[in-house]
């Protein structure tokens, strides 16, 4: 009895779990059953709400699959139209390309000798506009080559002829780039300054060749504007240009860059080749070094000329006077004579060597400064040249070698150095010839002198 108790109660519960689910499904307000009667009732509602839903979807899933059969037939319906309508297209795709071939053939029938004639004025029209874009004469007249693109453009295509007035002004605009060619004009135009800023100045064209404005500054025309030069030709360049730009008529001196229609290459090329103290600059450290012992060695060799340019003086008086002076080399050597008469010839001739010995250090200081300096100069300028070709090959080792300019400019900025060595070199060569010159010239006074009073005391002491 108990057992049968727990399998009741375990059917309660499952029927009440069934029948709230049931009305949990139908969003319905659960209950609790009050009686076993009341649940029967409960469950058999439950059992048809969930067949009806069954049924229900079960509609749905049939409607479905025949809807989707005949999705399947419209589908292979218009495949089969398009097919069909894809090969109505080609056939007429065919029928066009004759008709076109015909039509081609019927155009090149009736151009005849015009064909050649558009070819040529097509080739005409491309050089002129390639001319036209980097030409001065469009810095006065912009936009012209905007015509012959449109121009080429047009007759590229072979259902377009070019009208009269077109090839006209073809004609036209070549006429005026020749006439303007020789023509200086003044005109009002937008400038770009060296610090970029942009104002309307007065400008002179000269020609295609140069334009510049009434400051003498020469003008580049890049892209359609004109930009004043950052770094300008040689100051008398400048002043011509300011005379011509100020001028009213009359013939006037100016500095034409002949390659100015090509772009002005032999301006800039002007323009950017260094100065003097550029390429001093160039040299580095060790330019720097060569510079200063040049300025030592000429200061020294100069120094030692007017040093002995003055002893030089002294002996040549000494040399008019029987007395001696002790102010000079030679009177010093005479002095000796003079301080010892009663001397024998030997021991005088050897005093006297030994004051020509004393005297002549004093006239040749410098001279193995000068000539060390002349022989270190070159070398000094061979190592600033190797230390920069290291550097010139470091880096085309990292760059590459794809610039020739690139790599000329580190040569030639490593060959400075060579150049400062000879510079320094060659003239301390000529200082020391000179300065050597002057001394071992006083010298041989010296030597002369003291041979002759040796011997004249040789002379007396024998009679």
Same mark, same amino acid.
């Given at each position: ?7 009741? #109660? /375990? ?14 499904? %139908? ?24 067949? &009806?839903?069954?049924?229900? =979807?079960? !509609? ?19 495949? *089969?139209?398009?097919?069909?309508? #894809? ?18 053939? %019927? ?48 007759? #590229? +295509?072979?259902?377009?002829?070019? &009208? ?21 004009? =003044? ?10 800023? &942009?104002?309307? !100045?007065?400008?002179? =064209? ?9 400051? +003498? ?18 100051? &008398? ?24 229609? @090509? ?33 030592? /060695? ?24 029987? *007395? ?6 030679? +009177? ?27 005297? *002549? ?14 022989? $270190? ?34 040569? #030639? ?10 510079? $320094?070199?060659?003239? @301390? ?19 002369? %002198?003291?041979?002759?009073? $040796? ?9």
């Amino acid at each position: 009895m108990k057992a049968l108790n727990t399998i009741f #109660s /375990a059917l309660v519960l499952g029927g009440a779990l069934a029948v709230s689910g049931v009305a949990m499904a %139908q969003d319905a307000p659960a209950r609790d059953a009050a009686s076993l009667e009341e649940l029967l009732g409960l469950v058999k509602q439950g059992q048809a709400q969930e067949a &009806r839903e069954n049924a229900e =979807r079960e !509609r749905r899933f049939a409607a479905d699959k025949a809807n989707q059969a005949k999705a399947l037939q419209d589908a292979k319906a218009e495949r *089969t139209r398009q097919e069909q309508l #894809s090969s109505t297209l080609e056939a007429k795709f065919e029928e066009n390309e004759l008709l076109v071939a015909a039509k081609q053939e %019927q155009l090149r029938e009736r151009l005849g000798s015009l064909t050649e004639l558009f070819g040529h004025l097509t080739a005409a029209a491309g050089d002129l506009s390639s001319n036209i874009e980097v030409s001065l004469v469009s810095s006065q007249y912009p936009d012209r080559e905007v015509f012959l693109k449109e121009l080429i453009a047009k007759m #590229s +295509g072979s259902d377009k002829l070019p &009208r009269i007035e077109e090839i006209e002004r073809v004609w036209y605009e070549m006429l005026r780039e020749i006439t303007e060619t020789g023509n200086v004009v =003044r005109f009002n135009t937008e400038v770009a300054t060296a610090t970029g800023e &942009r104002a309307d !100045r007065e400008v002179v =064209r000269i020609g295609a060749f140069n334009v510049i404005d009434t400051d +003498g500054n020469y003008l580049a025309f890049n892209n359609g504007n004109l930009s004043v030069l950052p770094r300008q030709p040689a100051g &008398r360049y400048n002043a011509w240009a300011k005379e011509l730009a100020n001028a009213d008529s009359g013939i006037h001196q100016f500095g034409i860059d002949p390659t100015g229609p @090509t772009g002005g290459s032999f301006l800039a090329a002007i323009i950017d080749s260094p100065t003097l103290e550029e390429r001093w600059h160039q040299g580095g450290y060790v330019g720097y070094a060569i510079t200063a012992v040049g300025v030592f /060695a000429f200061i020294l060799a100069i120094f030692r000329l007017i040093v002995l340019s003055a002893v030089g003086a002294k002996v040549s008086s000494q040399l008019k006077n029987k *007395t001696a002076n002790t102010n000079n080399p030679l +009177g010093r050597v005479l002095k000796i004579h003079e301080d010892n008469p009663g001397m024998d010839a030997e021991t005088l001739e050897l005093k006297m060597s030994e004051g020509v010995m004393r005297e *002549t250090p004093k006239l040749e200081s410098g001279l193995t400064l000068l000539k060390i300096i002349a022989a $270190v100069a070159p070398l000094m300028g061979l190592l600033g040249t190797v230390t920069g070709m290291i550097i010139t090959f470091q880096a085309i080792t990292i760059f590459g070698a794809g610039d020739p300019k690139a790599m000329a400019g580190g040569i #030639s900025s490593a060959l400075v150095t060579t150049v400062l060595g000879l510079l $320094v070199a060659i003239p @301390t060569v000529l200082l020391h010839t000179i300065v050597n010159g002057r001394a071992q010239r006083i010298i041989h006074v010296l030597n002369e %002198q003291a041979t002759g009073i $040796v011997a004249e005391h040789s002379e007396s002491s024998g009679k």
